[in-house]
């Protein structure tokens, strides 16, 4: 699959939004995962700036078919960070006609925090497989950081969003938290994963 696999991690405030201090203060990443044989991808966690993110993908001879979010937080889907906007889901639609991939326990704060309809939303159970041309990319449900939190995983390479970081987790003091789930989330669920997958989350954190 690796000769087809099309994966691009994209740090915000370096790679994209570099005139945004809050992306770049955030450190948010955005991947791109696709088929070079295709030429489609689809971008993780799209936020900040949708536009630079069209046009890195297209200047890798990509199209953008759709988007996949790990949870519903504002610097990983758009909306209000505490006061600032941040572009994301909606604007990414609007500019390129197609659907989001979220898990079905976020899809109403997706849409609360968005204003996305039932109709952008296309709703998945862990387990679920997303295709891109022939690139799989398997569904982890990893509820604690919110309920809805996922991993992706593909070519042994684990997108974890705010699930797991290096030397520690997402924070599970925030609204729809539940430290029991994701103590169950690290210790079964991702534990369960081979122990060469590679990790790739969704902040710029740790040394």
Known sequence: MTERLYFKQLLAGVDFARMQPTAAQMVNFVYLIGDTLTRECVVVDA??????????????????????ATHWHPDHVG?????????????????????????????????????????????????????????????VHTPGHTPGSQCFLVDGRLVSGDTLFV????????????????????TQRIAALPGDTVLYPGHNYGA
């Open 47 to 68: 936020a900040w700036d949708v536009a630079s993110l069209v046009r890195i993908a297209e200047a890798d001879g990509m199209t953008l078919t759709g988007a996949l």
């Open 167 to 186: 030397g520690g987790c997402g924070r599970v003091d925030l609204p729809g938290s539940d430290p029991e789930e994701m103590y169950r989330s690290l």
């Open 79 to 139: 909306g209000d960070l505490f006061g600032t906007p941040v572009e994301g889901l909606a604007q990414l639609l609007e500019l390129r006609g197609m659907k989001a991939h979220v898990h079905k326990e976020e899809a109403d704060w997706v849409k609360r925090m968005t204003g996305l309809a039932d109709s952008d939303l296309t709703l998945h159970e862990g387990g679920d497989r997303v295709q891109v041309g022939e690139i799989g990319i398997d569904l």
